[in-house]
């Protein structure tokens, strides 16, 4: 497991681009017949993938966590983004397609991620949070979750967003996770932008060409920067961080936030003629 230090906004202002892909920046993810972790200490999130091809993959629990288990003291929300697969939990099997989704509860033991096909494997992304109660594991289908249409073509910001775990939906100690897709022709996502100095939040852009790139902006607003993200990297977004970006192509993103609530409308929106 990959240990990640939070981060100060007034140091922050100093960094170079090797040092912010350094600090913020998840790469490495979704390796063949493996599980990848990265622990921030930021809010405690933790982000990971396992791409079981040719043999099922367990979740380890990680000596850093000093855990029996990995779910423990943890809840997860799980998404597929590859073909066809399945995650059991404890004995019990839960088949995910395409963009399905899956939250698990506190007190979970073994946690196994499978591919159906092992020529098209399936591609597991996950967030984890700390939790103090446990709730039920719940398969999720991207049919039955709240959806919200947001942008114009004009602004080339047109997207739907697609909730999978939030309050009255699928219920979680602190984790909320969703999954945005641009309409065809748009780049921009969440712009104007926001901050939400209660939640963090992780950015895994995913469905971008081997040949495009999104430029993820972040940085307090008087004092932005950027990271050039490529197809299925990740990005780690500080609660003090806006958090947008461009493309030079489409793109789809799944969003992990974590934090002091979970109120999805709960943010600080900022003046186009606020950014610097």
């Known amino acids: 497991m990959e240990l990640r230090n939070a981060t100060s906004p007034t140091d922050f202002r100093y960094y170079d681009t090797t040092r912010i892909r350094q600090e913020f920046l998840i790469d490495g993810l979704f390796e ?3 599980v990848k972790t990265v622990y921030s200490h930021i809010d405690r999130i933790i982000t990971g993938s396992a791409v079981p091809a040719g043999k099922p993959v367990s979740l380890p629990s990680g000596d850093e966590l000093h855990a029996k288990s990995f779910l423990e003291r943890r809840e997860l929300g ?6 066809a697969g399945s995650v059991t939990v404890d004995g019990t099997k839960y088949p995910l397609r395409h963009k399905d989704g899956l939250y698990i509860g506190m007190g979970a033991g073994d946690v196994i991620f499978e591919s159906a096909n092992a020529s098209e494997p399936a591609m597991f992304y996950f967030n984890s949070a700390p939790a103090h109660r446990s709730y039920p594991t719940v398969l999720i289908k991207p049919e039955d979750c709240a959806k919200v249409e947001l942008g114009t ?4 910001n047109h997207r739907t967003i697609c909730k999978y775990i939030l309050p009255g939906q699928v219920e979680s100690c602190q984790l909320v996770m969703g999954m945005t897709n641009l309409m065809p022709g748009n780049v921009w996502n969440t712009m104007p932008c926001h901050t939400h100095d209660r939640r963090m939040e992780v950015y895994l852009y995913f469905n971008l060409d081997e040949d495009a790139v999104v430029f993820h902006y972040m940085g307090q607003p008087s004092e932005t920067r950027h990271i050039v993200v490529r197809n299925r990297q990740a990005v780690i977004s500080p609660s003090w961080s806006i958090h947008s970006a461009s493309g030079t192509r489409g793109y789809s993103f799944i969003w992990g936030m974590v934090g002091e609530n979970q109120a999805f409308d709960d943010m600080d929106a900022v003046s186009m003629r606020d950014l610097k």
Not at 78 to 83: E, Q
Request: charged share 25%; proline share 0%; aromatic share 0%.
């Open 32 to 34: 063949t017949d493996a």
């Open 78 to 83: 799980v998404i597929n983004i590859g073909g």
């Open 153 to 156: 073509q004009e602004e080339s």
